[in-house]
């Protein structure tokens, strides 16, 4: 028994080490308000910006200073493929809104990845 559940937690462990619990937004859908990630403060003291399957500092980077609307309480940031790692990724970003309307705000990617 103790070793099932030692492989219980591996298992769990590698899904949200992995990012396997937050799946790769797509671009053409409206991302869901959340919060499914870290929320941190901007770099630049922009508005809050939410990880959702990406290295956090580069999320930050990313994310920060990002335009959006006047009516904008946070800045989304979502992994479009598959595994977003340090050296390699595509991700969207989108304002959230205090009723939870989403807007895409942009898309980008870093290293070798390729938009969706």
């Known amino acids: 028994m103790r070793w099932r559940g030692i492989a219980i937690a591996v298992v769990t462990a590698s899904a949200v080490a992995g990012c396997g619990l937050i799946q790769p ?45 006047p009516d904008a309480i946070r800045i989304i940031v979502s992994c479009e493929i598959l595994v977003c790692s340090q050296t390699d990724a595509a991700f969207r970003m989108d304002s959230i809104d205090a009723k939870g309307n989403t807007s895409s705000v942009g898309r980008g990617t870093w290293g070798n990845a390729q938009q969706p």
Request: hydrophobic letters at 35%; one cysteine or more; glycine letters at 18%.
């Open 25 to 69: 937004q797509a671009a053409d859908k409206p991302v869901p308000a959340g919060p499914l990630g870290p929320i941190r403060p901007a770099l630049t003291g922009g508005l809050p910006i939410e990880c959702r399957g990406l290295p956090v500092d580069r999320c930050l980077e990313v994310g920060s200073g990002v335009p959006a609307g």
